[in-house]
């Protein structure tokens, strides 16, 4: 518990670096983000490499994968017409979330989505955090506990529809895992997939 419980404290820290007013202007955001995904990703290999046991490549799972990125990419380009009919300040937050793309070559960072960030979080949050949280909780309470503080960590942003994609990704990325822990594989294609849908092919 204790190396799972330094872990998220480890995230925590590199996702205020990342979002907080006092620190993001700092530093280059995808380069800190590439890093902190080889830091994390590093260490859920390190502390649990059991979950290596839950990747599983086959066509079936990625079909799944590619599914799950396609249902994701539609339910998001929904929410976000949705969240501007509703709220005045929906539109101008998502734009903050991508200014960040000004900061560097598209090309790097669709490489870095589809090959370093996206899979990262998959291995550390459901991988890692929840397969443990899970095994020492009780899956409900695992699913539940991870995709809590995969969502708080996102909080240092001040960006209340950046929080609130958090949270509902880490909800049905951890649901799914909740439900078949050899559906790693497809969390893992369909998180780089979507994030790079999301944030450089198709943006909302």
Same mark, same amino acid.
């Given at each position: 518990?204790?190396?799972?419980?330094?872990?998220?404290?480890?995230?925590?820290?590199?996702?205020?670096?990342?979002?907080?007013?006092?620190?993001?202007?700092?530093?280059?955001?995808?380069?800190?983000?590439?890093?902190?995904?080889?830091?994390?990703?590093?260490?859920?290999?390190?502390?649990?490499?059991?979950?290596?046991?839950?990747?599983?490549?086959?066509?079936?799972?990625?079909?799944?994968?590619?599914?799950?990125?396609?249902?994701?990419?539609?339910?998001?380009?929904?929410?976000?017409?949705?969240?501007?009919?509703?709220?005045?300040?929906?539109?101008?937050?998502?734009?903050?979330?991508?200014?960040?793309?000004?900061?560097?070559?598209?090309?790097?960072? @669709?490489?870095?989505?589809?090959?370093?960030?996206?899979?990262?979080?998959?291995?550390?949050?459901?991988?890692?955090?929840?397969?443990?949280?899970?095994?020492?909780?009780?899956?409900?309470?695992?699913?539940?506990?991870?995709?809590? @503080?995969?969502?708080?960590?996102?909080?240092?942003?001040?960006?209340?529809?950046?929080?609130?994609? @958090?949270?509902?990704?880490?909800?049905?990325?951890?649901?799914?895992?909740?439900?078949?822990?050899?559906?790693?594989?497809?969390?893992?294609?369909?998180?780089?997939?979507?994030?790079?849908? @999301?944030?450089?092919?198709?943006?909302?």
């Amino acid at each position: 518990m204790k190396k799972i419980t330094l872990s998220i404290c480890i995230a925590t820290l590199l996702w205020f670096i990342m979002f907080s007013p006092w620190t993001a202007s700092h530093v280059n955001f995808w380069y800190c983000m590439t890093s902190s995904g080889i830091i994390l990703t590093s260490l859920a290999l390190i502390w649990g490499r059991e979950l290596i046991k839950d990747i599983s490549v086959d066509l079936k799972n990625i079909a799944l994968g590619i599914s799950i990125a396609i249902v994701l990419w539609g339910l998001f380009w929904i929410g976000d017409k949705v969240s501007q009919w509703m709220f005045d300040f929906a539109r101008p937050e998502v734009n903050t979330i991508y200014d960040m793309k000004g900061m560097t070559s598209p090309y790097f960072i @669709a490489i870095t989505l589809l090959f370093i960030i996206g899979p990262a979080e998959e291995i550390f949050w459901r991988g890692f955090i929840q397969r443990n949280l899970m095994k020492q909780w009780g899956a409900n309470t695992g699913f539940i506990l991870t995709t809590l @503080a995969y969502t708080l960590i996102h909080i240092w942003s001040f960006n209340f529809m950046l929080v609130m994609a @958090a949270l509902i990704v880490g909800f049905l990325w951890g649901l799914l895992y909740r439900i078949n822990q050899k559906w790693l594989f497809p969390l893992i294609l369909s998180h780089a997939l979507w994030d790079c849908a @999301a944030f450089v092919i198709f943006p909302f």
